[in-house]
């Protein structure tokens, strides 16, 4: 029998997209029982995000709403009507952990407020999840990760000396929530198996994000912040940057810090003529000289493919890696190795692929229980088997139209 | 054990990550953990990052130094030597937590391993930070933030296409993997807890920042569409079409973009209504019906000529005048900050968000992001700056182990404290 860290504990989750549903992955993938509660009306975004099976968007074949629901229970209610209004309530009552992650304002417009909440079930814990927290004048500004990501200065950050920012394609900022949202929610679940006591959690994507730069955030009276683009370079290290290889659009990472890891470079490399030259033996001589450098390291790199440079420099014990993309992801033999990800069938998706939490507990691995439920999947199982509802109030909620 | 509404108080986190794990102690110190920082004597190798107070190498002015070690003591100890090692046992038999990001098999060699850290406290929660993880091929490769942002996916996507791949030019990826950390040790917290048994923890940052690739392993697995570099625009999601990301404007940047579907429809049409006011607008896009905008359908040349008359308006205005408006529209439109336009952010301002801390050994008081969450029972709470190297010896070993001066003169003169 697996031993599952949070079996039995029950989390009801009215939130969607990335941030919100991923910390709750955290809690499904060890064990809870996450019960996503979902419209027809409001589908969740990424129900309707690429890629969709056979390229066909309909609202059970999204493998971005997968990626994130497995492990996840799924039930379908209108919140507008009086009996959904009650079912709801009912899973409230039900659940250890309530979630959100919709605009600040939303859940009370359902009519639960953290302080309804309470009435309901005193000792709820309630999580929330948004992209510039509950409170303050810009708290119900609309916005999606990509947007936070230039609130957050994380845009800021990318680009060569010289030239423009470059945007992430991805939603980053909501990536990073998750991390910080869990422990503190597991603090919070701690806490009350201690105490009683359950609380409301307020979460801002923005403050979470600034924790990743947050040495040039540090303020004083003549504080001087350099915020120049960087490329891939380091002020410490040299070669260090991204090299192309044979190959169409094939890159690896070099990074060389110090001198050992130099002169080994430069052995590793079959000792090529200009390596010997003094400009490039101190630290400070490769930096004043990097560019030269720079090119030179790439026209031996580009003799051979981003895979054996890897391999020949970590051998040498320089850090270097290939650049890779998605597909080079799916065939890393670390990655497989370590069983990150996890393959299941299914019903809609076909042969689907999750990825697995990031790391390995040894006494209570993670694991993939169920595959990411279809809307509304789960909703008879759910009023019938969590709430006890009889058969017949189930199927009088069913003709009413309560379940969509 | 609770005596303050601090959510973690009572348990303590013995810290002895580099650079590329403070941020988990850090954490778990945010929550109120006793965490207890383990550095060499020589002083950590994190206290060489920049950049510095005053912009002055010192040891003890990092300011990356300072924001990730705030809320812990510090104690130095060489746990190379045999004293070291058996001061390091005695600290672990009283620890709930152990952290750590040393090379994988270092902790072995000194005959720390967690097999045997296990024999000395079997309720502790070791976790260690690496690149790779503590097994498979690469568990052995060295990994520098640009090595392991390369092997996990963000990096190729994210540049111009004919160019090199490029890194977020602050090291990300081992706060990725410290935050998650932090995560994954309180789930074994939670478990130890429930079920009195300890475990050990294994987070590779190559996985952690795998996460960050969004959708791009499942449009490989589902649809075999390679998510590539586009410059500043969108793409490969919904179709071949790009969808520009970042629009220049008068003094700088803005984050944008025109959304299909629902999500979209209230941000567009508020934007051409906008520009309607302002005369700004050609007609085409004055009479656009957004309903009609279908993502998948949309060609390069229908997104170019949505794009170009918004691209013109942006350029205008400034970003400031932008984002105000942008407010009280609700459109979805967001400067793009550097860490001036970031402190003087109103909303963090609302939100109390910095932090006020006294730096005595400077005489002066320094202002730092503050908490990553607020909590209406337990809030996180600011107590003390990073320490100093050494600085909470007297405390930890004479007043908590009972240790003697004159022992600890012989172990500071023979450079194990």
């Known amino acids: 029998?697996?031993?599952?860290?949070?079996?039995?504990?029950?989390?009801?989750?009215?939130?969607?997209?990335?941030?919100?549903?991923?910390?709750?992955?955290y809690l499904a993938d060890y064990g809870a029982t996450v019960v996503n509660l979902e419209s027809s009306q409001h589908p969740d975004l990424l129900r309707t995000s690429a890629p969709f099976k056979d390229n066909i968007p309909e609202i059970d074949n999204s493998g971005y709403f997968a990626y994130l629901a497995g492990n996840k229970y799924s039930v379908t209610l209108d919140l507008n009507q009086p009996k959904g209004f009650e079912i709801a309530k009912k899973l409230i009552a039900w659940a250890d952990v309530v979630a959100d992650s919709h605009r600040p304002g939303v859940l009370e417009n359902w009519g639960f407020s953290y302080e309804e909440l309470k009435k309901i079930n005193p000792g709820v814990i309630l999580i929330r999840n948004s992209n510039q927290g509950q409170t303050g004048p810009a708290a119900k500004q609309p916005g999606l990760g990509n947007h936070i990501n230039g609130l957050a200065?994380?845009?800021?950050?990318?680009?060569?000396?010289?030239?423009?920012?470059?945007?992430?394609?991805?939603?980053?900022?909501?990536?990073?929530?998750?991390?910080?949202?869990?422990?503190?929610?597991?603090?919070?679940?701690?806490?009350?198996?201690?105490?009683?006591?359950?609380?409301?959690?307020?979460?801002?994507?923005?403050?979470?994000?600034?924790?990743?730069?947050?040495?040039?955030?540090?303020?004083?009276?003549?504080?001087?912040?350099?915020?120049?683009?960087?490329?891939?370079?380091?002020?410490?290290?040299?070669?260090?940057?991204?090299?192309?290889c044979k190959g169409d659009d094939r890159w690896c990472a070099v990074s060389v810090f110090t001198d050992e890891e130099w002169l080994a470079f430069?052995?590793?490399?079959?000792?090529?003529?200009?390596?010997?030259?003094?400009?490039?033996?101190?630290?400070?001589?490769?930096?004043?000289?990097?560019?030269?450098?720079?090119?030179?390291?790439?026209?031996?790199?580009?003799?051979?493919?981003?895979?054996?440079?890897?391999?020949?420099?970590?051998?040498?014990?320089?850090?270097?890696?290939?650049?890779e993309n998605t597909h080079d992801l799916c065939d890393d033999p670390q990655l497989k190795e370590r069983e990150c990800f996890w393959t299941a069938q299914h019903e809609v998706l076909g042969n689907f692929t999750y990825l697995a939490q990031a790391s390995r507990l040894s006494g209570t691995p993670a694991k993939l229980y169920r595959n990411a439920p279809r809307m509304g999947e789960h909703t008879e199982f759910v009023c019938r088997e969590f709430l006890g509802m009889p058969q017949e109030e189930f199927d009088a909620c069913l003709m009413e139209g309560v379940f969509i | 054990m609770v005596n303050t509404a601090e959510m973690m108080s009572g348990y303590r986190v013995l810290d002895l990550t580099n650079e590329n794990g403070y941020l988990c102690g850090k954490i778990l110190g945010d929550m109120g953990a006793d965490v207890i920082k383990i550095e060499n004597p020589r002083g950590d190798s994190g206290r060489k990052i920049g950049p510095f107070y005053q912009q002055v190498p010192d040891?003890?002015?990092?300011?990356?130094?300072?924001?990730?070690?705030?809320?812990?003591?510090?104690?130095?100890?060489?746990?190379?030597?045999?004293?070291?090692?058996?001061?390091?046992?005695?600290?672990?038999?009283?620890?709930?937590?152990?952290?750590?990001?040393?090379?994988?098999?270092?902790?072995?060699?000194?005959?720390?391993?967690?097999?045997?850290?296990?024999?000395?406290?079997?309720?502790?929660?070791?976790?260690?930070?690496?690149?790779?993880?503590?097994?498979?091929?690469?568990?052995?490769?060295?990994?520098?933030?640009?090595?392991?942002?390369?092997?996990?996916?963000?990096?190729?996507?994210?540049?111009?296409?004919?160019?090199?791949?490029?890194?977020?030019?602050?090291?990300?990826?081992?706060?990725?993997?410290?935050?998650?950390?932090?995560?994954?040790?309180?789930?074994?917290?939670?478990?130890?807890?429930?079920?009195?048994?300890?475990?050990?923890?294994?987070?590779?940052?190559?996985?952690?920042?795998?996460?960050?690739?969004?959708n791009g392993i499942p449009l490989w697995q589902v649809n075999k569409i390679l998510y590539k570099r586009a410059g500043s625009f969108l793409s490969g999601r919904w179709s071949d079409t790009k969808q520009r990301l970042l629009w220049r404007c008068k003094d700088g940047f803005v984050s944008f973009y025109i959304l299909g579907g629902p999500s979209g429809i209230k941000t567009n049409q508020a934007i051409t209504k906008w520009m309607a006011e302002k005369g700004e607008i050609p007609d085409?896009?004055?009479?656009?019906?957004?309903?009609?905008?279908?993502?998948?359908?949309?060609?390069?040349?229908?997104?170019?000529?949505?794009?170009?008359?918004?691209?013109?308006?942006?350029?205008?205005?400034?970003?400031?005048?932008?984002?105000?408006?942008?407010?009280?529209?609700?459109?979805?439109?967001?400067?793009?900050?550097?860490?001036?336009?970031?402190?003087?952010?109103?909303?963090?301002?609302?939100?109390?968000?910095?932090?006020?801390?006294?730096?005595?050994?400077?005489?002066?008081?320094?202002?730092?992001?503050?908490?990553?969450?607020?909590?209406?029972?337990?809030?996180?709470?600011?107590?003390?700056?990073?320490?100093?190297?050494g600085e909470h010896n007297p405390e930890i070993y004479e007043q908590e182990l009972g240790m003697s001066k004159s022992e600890l003169a012989v172990l500071h003169q023979s450079g194990v404290i």
């Not at chain 1, 394609?169 to 998750?178: I, M, R």
């Not at chain 1, 009683?196 to 979460?203: F, H, R, S, T």
């Not at chain 1, 450098?293 to 420099?313: I, M, P, R, S, Y």
């Open chain 2, 284 to 389: 085409y896009l004055k009479n656009y019906d957004w309903r009609t905008l279908d993502m998948l359908k949309q060609t390069q040349e229908m997104q170019d000529r949505l794009e170009k008359p918004i691209g013109e308006f942006f350029l205008r205005y400034t970003k400031a005048e932008l984002y105000l408006e942008s407010f009280k529209r609700g459109i979805m439109l967001y400067p793009v900050c550097n860490a001036h336009d970031i402190q003087e952010n109103d909303q963090l301002k609302a939100r109390k968000y910095w932090v006020n801390i006294e730096h005595s050994e400077l005489g002066t008081t320094i202002t730092y992001p503050g908490a990553f969450a607020k909590l209406s029972e337990t809030p996180l709470t600011f107590k003390k700056r990073a320490p100093l190297i």
């Open chain 2, 59 to 214: 040891m003890e002015k990092s300011l990356y130094w300072y924001a990730y070690n705030l809320n812990k003591r510090g104690i130095t100890l060489d746990i190379e030597t045999e004293d070291g090692r058996q001061i390091l046992s005695r600290l672990i038999k009283k620890a709930d937590f152990l952290i750590e990001s040393y090379p994988t098999g270092y902790l072995d060699k000194l005959g720390l391993s967690y097999a045997k850290i296990h024999e000395i406290n079997p309720k502790i929660v070791m976790t260690s930070i690496t690149p790779f993880g503590q097994t498979g091929p690469y568990k052995d490769y060295k990994g520098s933030d640009l090595v392991v942002m390369a092997m996990s996916g963000l990096m190729y996507i994210t540049g111009d296409p004919d160019t090199a791949p490029l890194r977020i030019s602050f090291p990300q990826a081992f706060l990725l993997a410290s935050a998650h950390a932090a995560a994954a040790s309180m789930i074994a917290h939670y478990y130890r807890e429930t079920s009195g048994e300890g475990q050990y923890v294994d987070v590779s940052a190559q996985e952690c920042v795998l996460w960050e690739i969004a």
């Open chain 1, 266 to 323: 430069c052995k590793a490399a079959g000792q090529l003529s200009w390596s010997k030259n003094p400009k490039f033996a101190t630290v400070i001589n490769r930096k004043k000289n990097e560019s030269q450098l720079n090119e030179l390291v790439e026209a031996w790199t580009l003799q051979q493919t981003a895979e054996d440079v890897t391999k020949l420099l970590q051998k040498a014990g320089v850090a270097a890696g290939a650049v």
């Open chain 1, 1 to 25: 029998m697996d031993k599952k860290v949070f079996e039995g504990l029950k989390v009801l989750d009215f939130g969607w997209v990335i941030a919100g549903p991923m910390t709750l992955k």
């Open chain 1, 153 to 244: 200065g994380i845009v800021n950050m990318v680009g060569w000396p010289g030239k423009e920012p470059i945007s992430l394609q991805v939603a980053y900022s909501d990536y990073v929530v998750p991390h910080f949202a869990a422990a503190v929610l597991i603090g919070a679940l701690d806490y009350r198996r201690r105490t009683g006591k359950g609380q409301a959690l307020d979460i801002s994507q923005l403050e979470v994000g600034l924790n990743l730069f947050a040495p040039n955030l540090i303020n004083y009276p003549g504080v001087k912040v350099d915020e120049s683009l960087k490329g891939n370079s380091c002020e410490y290290a040299a070669p260090h940057g991204i090299y192309r």
